[in-house]
Nanobody, 122 residues
Framework: VQLQASGGGWVQPGGSLRLSCAASGRIFSINVMGWYRQTPGKQRELVASITSGDRINYADSVKGRFTISRDNAKKTGYLQMNSLKPEDTAVYYC?????????????????WGQGTQVTVSS
């Protein structure tokens, strides 16, 4: 199972970006998809997560500005980021856990995508 994150870049304060995370491989199901971010010298922190039942959780710092969603048919998760602030600057990582096809039985996975840099500055 591989996760491919994309959509990062540079944007001015107040701008928007949309991150995508595409999962590939012999995946039976994806339970939780999440977005995390990390800045130098700090621990990776949860930004938002969404379960297969569309239960959503946001970090307080992004509530009202970020929206997480997923397309189960495409095995892809999204993070729409609006009203971006300089403090949102970080490397963003996607994470997914679920079950993949491994012989006669499914096996659990919990994988990370490569990071994508988001820079918010004027």
């Amino acid at each position: 199972v591989q996760l491919q994150a994309s959509g990062g870049g540079w944007v001015q304060p107040g701008g928007s970006l949309r991150l995508s995370c595409a999962a590939s491989g012999r995946i039976f199901s994806i339970n939780v998809m999440g977005w995390y971010r990390q800045t130098p010298g700090k621990q990776r922190e949860l930004v938002a997560s969404i379960t297969s039942g569309d239960r959503i959780n946001y970090a307080d710092s992004v509530k009202g500005r970020f929206t997480i969603s997923r397309d189960n048919a495409k095995k892809t998760g999204y993070l729409q980021m609006n009203s971006l602030k300089p403090e949102d600057t970080a490397v963003y990582y996607c994470n997914a856990d679920g079950t993949y096809d491994s012989g006669p039985y499914g096996r659990p996975f919990n994988n990370w995508g490569q990071g994508t840099q988001v820079t918010v500055s004027s």
